[in-house]
């Protein structure tokens, strides 16, 4: 039982590199998230997707595309990353319906040098 | 505004003594509650949630909840802590209307457990 898959686990980026995190879910979810985590500031919502084919941003979208081609994946890019951009990502899905639980990937750590 | 407030940043505890970890909230409507728990180098596993009904909730691990509507409260505990318990906790508010997206998460409680 995958649940939500994340890859890379770990990545060291330089300065103005760019790169994708993929996201993948297999509970059939229509919503998608990635967050962001750092120390003492909790999770921060970067961007979200009700849907296939739509997005839209969080509290933190700066610095950070997403996309959404197919229901099942949720890619999250870096164009230009920054050393702000360290940090641990976390990828997570839900069914939309009211109540719902929210389920997390293990998380990306993300080095930017 | 909408928020979820744990005031306890660290906790320390020694093994085989009773734990609780506390979660405030502000939210218009009653909300839907759940408690997540991140092991190190994990991700968040849901230990439990509160949607109506018993206001005492028991999730996984041995962990349980109360939903305090008077005190705006979903303090979590456990009667016995183990060594394995040693994670950061989170509590977090969730969408009350289908369709609606967003979910509040605590800055997370980081528990001890001394042997």
């Known amino acids: 039982n995958a649940g939500v898959t994340q890859t890379p686990k770990f990545r060291v980026l330089k300065t103005g590199q760019s790169m994708t995190l993929l996201c993948a879910q297999d509970?059939?979810?229509?919503?998608m998230y990635w967050y962001r985590q750092d120390p003492g500031m909790g999770l921060r919502l970067i961007h979200y997707?009700?849907?296939?084919?739509?997005?839209a941003k969080g509290e933190v979208p700066d610095g950070y595309n997403v996309s959404r081609l197919k229901k099942q994946n949720f890619l999250l890019g870096l164009e230009s990353a920054a050393p702000s951009q360290t940090s641990v990502y976390f990828c997570?899905?839900?069914?939309?319906?009211?109540?719902?639980?929210?389920?997390f990937g293990e998380g990306s750590w993300l080095t930017v040098v | 505004a909408q928020s979820v407030t744990q005031p306890d940043i660290h906790i320390t505890v020694s093994e085989g003594a009773s734990l609780e970890l506390r979660c405030n909230y502000s939210?218009?409507?009653?909300?839907?509650l759940f408690w997540y728990v991140q092991s190190p180098g994990q991700g968040l596993q849901l230990l439990l949630k509160?949607?109506?009904?018993?206001?005492l909730v028991q999730g996984i691990k041995g962990f349980e909840a109360e939903f305090k509507r008077s005190q705006s409260s979903f303090n979590l505990r456990k009667p016995s802590v183990h060594w394995s318990d040693a994670a950061e906790y989170f509590c977090?508010?969730?969408?009350?209307?289908?369709?609606?997206?967003?979910?509040?998460f605590g800055t997370g409680t980081r528990l001890k457990v001394l042997a």
């Open positions: 997570a899905s839900s069914d939309g319906s009211t109540g719902n639980t929210i389920y």
């Open positions: 509970m059939n979810h229509e919503y």
């Open positions: 997707s009700v849907g296939e084919g739509t997005t």
């Open positions: 939210y218009g409507a009653t909300p839907y």
């Open positions: 509160y949607f109506s009904g018993d206001t």
């Open positions: 977090a508010v969730g969408p009350t209307t289908s369709g609606t997206y967003k979910y509040i």
